[in-house]
């Protein structure tokens, strides 16, 4: 499928990803490993194509949350090390370790199950240590005995991996600074016990921008991958250090077409719940996108997109399926013409941060959620 037989398209920037995997690059230096985040579609974006980007730009290792996704990877034919973050469930356990993926042990359970698998020997197994989000992870107390099943069924327990619980929250990193501290006291734990495990990484995009002692043996680049930034939080604290000025690159532009022109008199009502009324004579494009494609019901009223490189307002609640658009101010508009609704066009733009502030999310959320199985065409 390309963009004419579609409805609504994401345009994803070859440049832009290349450009993001380059800045990370650089930060992380020549002696770590780089892993492209991909999981989730690529958070949005699409995993097949931003994967191949990434790996040609510079990146080395993939991170996928599922075995479903590692797998569609190594079927595309990708032999760089993946990193499982999520469980795979004990159906999958065999395909998923004769095709090389990396798992996470995240509790003494999962820890067993892969050692229980026969295709275990040789296997390379992260475990996931708990350091203050209780999430997945396992505790320091727990490690030595899961370490200890895993290596005895042959298995090479290759990392170790925590998560940031409100880096990206906050410009006060105190709870940081204790994750921080309390991930080097279990290797150092584990060192003690015997166990060195070679590749301890907790480097998140905030992380990676603020935090270089973090950086250890691998970077993960997941939302700055995509050229957005986890957050204004992270901005201003990157700025007061002095690391703001990164030239990261949004790499995602979100289409759709006018599907119908029509003209509506001054007085009458948009959309489901009368919820707009025009003040004048109106020029209205119904355009064949609405929440079921992601495109949140929160941006009713408030959102603009971008048609003839002229803003023009959403109108009206946006339905399932459609949204209403006003072009009264867009000279030439017609049916077909094309709709930015995340992007730039001409000299105008629309962030994931502005449908995010509208849509009461974060730019995570938006950029996700967008055009689930529509096509991703990849521009340079």
């Not at 989000?133 to 170790?160: D, W």
């Not at 703001?244 to 690159?249: T, V």
Request: charged share 20%.
């Amino acid at each position: 499928m390309d963009a004419s037989d579609a409805n609504t398209w994401i345009e994803v920037s070859a440049g832009a990803v290349a450009n993001n995997v380059a800045v990370f690059r650089e930060m992380a230096g020549p002696s770590r490993a780089l892993m492209a985040v991909v999981k989730s579609n690529a958070y949005g974006h699409g995993m097949l194509e931003v994967a191949e980007i990434a790996l040609g730009a510079g990146a080395n290792w993939l991170g996928v949350f599922s075995a479903v996704e590692g797998l569609a990877l190594r079927d595309r034919g990708v032999t760089a090390p993946i990193l499982v973050f999520g469980p795979v469930p004990e159906a999958a356990l065999d395909r998923a370790l004769a095709a090389g993926l990396r798992l996470t042990a995240a509790s003494p359970a999962a820890a067993a199950a892969i050692a229980a698998r026969p295709a275990a020997r040789g296997a390379r197994v992260h475990v996931k240590v708990e350091t203050g989000t209780n999430r997945q992870g396992m505790l320091a107390g727990e490690l030595p005995a899961a370490i200890r099943l895993l290596t005895a069924a042959g298995a090479v327990v290759e990392g170790a991996y925590t998560h940031f619980a409100d880096i990206e929250d906050t410009t006060e990193h105190t709870f940081a600074e204790k994750q921080k501290a309390r991930f080097c006291e279990v290797l150092d734990a584990l060192r003690a016990s015997g166990v060195d495990v070679p590749m301890p990484h907790t480097a998140c995009t905030a992380a990676t921008i603020l935090f270089p002692e973090t950086h250890h043996a691998l970077v993960r680049a997941g939302i700055g991958l995509y050229g957005l930034w986890p957050s204004k939080e992270t901005n201003v604290s990157a700025n007061a250090l002095g690391r703001n000025r990164i030239g990261l690159k949004p790499a995602m532009t979100w289409k759709t077409r006018i599907a119908q022109i029509k003209c509506v008199v001054a007085g009458d009502y948009v959309g489901y719940g009368r919820t707009f009324r025009t003040t004048r004579s109106t020029l209205l494009a119904v355009l064949p996108v609405g929440y079921a494609d992601g495109y949140d019901r929160g941006l009713s009223n408030a959102a603009r997109t971008i048609v003839r490189g002229v803003r023009a307002p959403v109108v009206g609640r946006v339905c399932m399926n459609m949204t209403m658009i006003d072009v009264s101010d867009v000279p030439g508009a017609t049916e077909g013409d094309e709709v930015v609704l995340l992007g730039a066009q001409g000299d105008e733009s629309v962030t994931a941060e502005d449908l995010a502030r509208l849509a009461g999310t974060i730019n995570y959320e938006i950029v996700t959620r967008a055009a689930p199985g529509s096509p991703r065409i990849v521009v340079e």
